[in-house]
């Protein structure tokens, strides 16, 4: 089966009425928990980015608290699955001002982590990649919005210039 583009696909959903659009909705989201997530979000979470990005903290927070660690091997398979999560969360925002705030929050955590990640060179690879992202997202704000980022990013990794 070919898949039709995305601007085949618009011109074919204009031509619907309501309620088909509701029950082809409701028929994608039955395919995959990706596509009930992202319908929930933008159904009752667009609308207020900062309840969104406190459940997400929290969620994260809580993923942070269960981490095993015991072995550097288990610390960085969940540290990566609470990345993969993010991520997850920040696609479905596609705000810039989300993902930099998520992803301080994420640094924020992984500072606070026991044993310190400095001491594994895979941590601390994924640490500075992470920071790399936040400076590029950065870049696209207001600068008003930059400068407190930036400020938040020092406070919580000092060695980070």
């Known amino acids: 089966m070919k898949t039709a583009s995305v601007k085949e696909l618009k011109t074919e959903l204009s031509h619907l009425n309501s309620s ?12 995959k928990k990706e596509n009930k997530e ?7 979470e667009a609308e207020d980015e900062e309840h969104f990005i406190a459940d997400v903290k929290e ?16 610390i960085k398979k969940s540290i990566r699955k609470i990345l ?20 301080l929050y ?26 790399a992202l936040i400076r590029k997202d950065m870049a696209t704000l207001h600068p008003d919005l930059q400068y407190d980022y930036t400020l ?10």
């Open 38 to 44: 992202l319908l929930t979000y933008l159904l009752f």
């Open 84 to 103: 993969r999560l993010l991520k997850k969360y920040i696609r479905y925002s596609k705000k810039k001002s989300t993902a930099v705030e998520l992803l």
């Open 20 to 31: 088909e659009l509701v029950n082809l909705c409701l028929t994608l989201s039955r395919f």
């Open 106 to 131: 994420f640094l924020e955590e992984m500072t606070q982590l026991s044993p310190p990640y400095q001491q594994n060179v895979t941590l601390t690879n994924l640490v500075e990649r992470q920071v």
């Open 59 to 74: 969620e994260v927070h809580q993923l942070f608290l269960e981490i095993n660690t015991h072995s550097y091997y288990y």
């Open 152 to 161: 938040e990013l020092r406070r919580i990794l000092p060695s980070m210039k």
